[in-house]
C-alpha cells in the first residue's frame, strides 16, 4: 500500500461529455485549487451520483483528503460526499478552475479530432 500523494485543502470536481469511439462518456476530475495540479481524472459510461461517488471514493484511496474541501457544482455530488464522509460544498466561483481546465482540454483534443479515438485508457492517459 503506497502512501497517499498529495494532501489538497480545497480539490475541485466537475464532469463534461467527451465523445470515445463516437460514443459519449464522462470524463470526470478533480484538481487541487490552489496549484491546479490534477489529482485524478477517471471516465464513466454516465454520470450522476454513483459514478462521482465511485470517482471520489477512489481519489480518496489514492490521496489523503482528511483536510480537502470539495468544490462542487451539483447536489449531486454533494450527496456522494456525503456518503463518504466527505467535506465539501457548492461554490461556483473558485471551481471555475476546472471549468478553464475542461475548456482548455477539450480545446487541444478539437485541434486534431473531433472525438478520441481508442481506449477509454487513452482517454485517461492524454
Given amino acids: 500500500h ?6 489538497p485543502k480545497r480539490v475541485a470536481v466537475d464532469e463534461t461529455a ?6 459519449w462518456s464522462w470524463l470526470y476530475s478533480a484538481i487541487i485549487s490552489e496549484t491546479k495540479l490534477i489529482l485524478d481524472v477517471e471516465l464513466f459510461g454516465r454520470h450522476g451520483t454513483d459514478p462521482g461517488a465511485a470517482f471520489l471514493h477512489r481519489l480518496s484511496e489514492k490521496h489523503d483528503l482528511s483536510d480537502a474541501v470539495f468544490l462542487v457544482d451539483g447536489y449531486g455530488y454533494q450527496t456522494a460526499i456525503s456518503r463518504l464522509g466527505l ?32 481506449s477509454h485508457g487513452s482517454v485517461r492517459e492524454w
Fill in 2 to 7: 503506497n502512501p497517499p500523494e498529495a494532501k
Fill in 18 to 23: 467527451v465523445k470515445v469511439n463516437d460514443e
Fill in 87 to 118: 467535506s465539501g460544498w457548492l461554490d461556483y466561483v473558485e471551481r471555475n478552475l476546472i471549468e478553464k481546465w475542461f475548456h482548455t482540454l477539450k480545446m487541444r483534443v478539437d485541434r486534431f479530432h473531433n472525438s478520441w479515438v481508442g
